[in-house]
């Protein structure tokens, strides 16, 4: 048998204990499982980073209530606003070929559900903020689509090449890796975040894997400017073979097959409050939950789920995706 342990992660107010698992030896009753935890006080100010709008509530909706109520900071950015789903576009529109402005319409409906999901999660609109880059081409724009060396990104379902005027943070953004970077830069540098949730580089949406490539590149570029800044960066997951909606338990478990990284996996429970708050914003997800209800309410249990990567340094461009796609 093992011995709890305690252990402190300091510099940034979160304390991190675990209690591990005793083994059970034949007819031993097994000991219900501990994980640590991840805490945060009203200094936290917590930045997640979303591929699509649903992902920072499915990942962290019962994390952000607890971060709002502690007297905490929450602020979203989003990376694409989901308009890339063929399916949802012809379920939400009822046409068998959608046109460029359907895609466009339904980015702009996603963007008000995730509007819509943050207020209930008690956040303002101010909390949120969308980069507009394009859904299902991220990773295409960690290597061949970096720089202005060549034409940018186009997206074959909005036929877009840049986001909205409205949304461009840094002048003359296009869909392009590098300008993707220094929009994560420029708002990681204004807001100065304690703590990052950002997808793993292992969740099987390509997406969400560049989403990790893109904020730690992004997170280089803002410690040559700022050195002694030093965010705690914690990872979430979605997309994992069938976890986890496959799974009827009533906690959520982490994903079989993945390690917790350096910190072991890091359970954070919601009270029943939380929970129903959680599956109420999840709800304002109307195009989501008409084709895919049984995946988002995968995520509404009782805890949340991260896991610590160990410390690395990303720089991009890569010649090879990592991402596989
Ligand atoms: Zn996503």
Redesign the pocket.
Known sequence: MRSPVLSTCLGLGLAVSAALVPSAGAGAPRQPAEHPTLAVNADTKVLIV???P??ET?SAGGLMQRVHEAGGQVHVVVLTD?DGYPEGVRFEDHVESPTPSDYRGYGRQRRREARAALARLGLDRRSIRFLSFPDGGLSQLIGRYWSERRTAFRSPYTRMDRPPKSEIIVANTEYRGEDLTQELAQTIGEYQPTLILV?RKEDQ?A??CASWFFLMDALGDVKRVHSDYAPDVVNYI??WYSWPFEDESRELSPPPGLRGGISGWMRVGLTRHQQQTKRAALKEYQTQMHVMNWFLDGFARPNEVFSRPAPVRVVLPRRRNPCGE
Do not use: E, S
Request: glycine share 8%; hydrophobic share 25%; no cysteine.
């Open positions: 979303a591929p699509h649903d992902d499915l989901g997808p949406h997406d969400h979605v997309h």
